[in-house]
């Protein structure tokens, strides 16, 4: 099974990596582009003999992402399991 | 007009990073991880008066992908369009 968590900078804290590139992408002739903001995908591949009970893989998931996928102080992550 | 592009390492490149991830969620103790890979993903912001052709809008934000947002050598990328 394949689940997959996105990690965002919290809306309130400034992202410069997304603001250079919309610099870079005005510089590069888009023009339109208001805000850029980037985060991280992770998708994970659960062992289907770990993935049964799907409530308890999403608690199992946002364990790993307070410890390790995301950093709650200045990221907010959401969770999806695809079938 | 909100727009996502998802960028990804294509699936025969390795990925060190998520490898890492992988080894390090088994050392924290969750079990059944059997594969973890790491993307990016950028949200842009567009305007609403650059945002009426959405045929031009992709095509526009492929370019971007190409040209900046993503290394096509060695990733993939796919555009959403939120209204």
Same mark, same amino acid.
Not at 7 to 32: C, H, I, M, N, Y
Not at 40 to 50: L, S
């Given at each position: ?6 990690? &965002? ?9 997304? %603001?250079?590139?919309? &610099?870079?992408?005005?510089?590069? +002739?888009?023009? +339109? ?5 980037? +985060? ?6 659960? %062992?289907? /003999?770990? /993935?049964?009970?799907?409530? +308890? *893989?999403? /608690? &199992? ?14 990221? %907010?992550?959401?969770?999806? *399991?695809?079938?």
């Amino acid at each position: 099974m394949k689940a997959t968590v996105v990690v &965002r900078l919290k809306s309130e804290v400034l992202d410069p990596q997304g %603001d250079a590139v919309r &610099r870079a992408l005005g510089t590069l +002739g888009f023009e +339109g582009v208001k805000d850029v903001r980037i +985060g991280k995908i992770v998708e994970i591949e659960i %062992d289907e /003999a770990h /993935a049964k009970d799907a409530a +308890g *893989l999403k /608690a &199992r998931l946002a364990k790993m992402s307070d410890e390790m996928l995301a950093n709650p102080v200045i990221e %907010d992550y959401e969770i999806k *399991l695809d079938s």
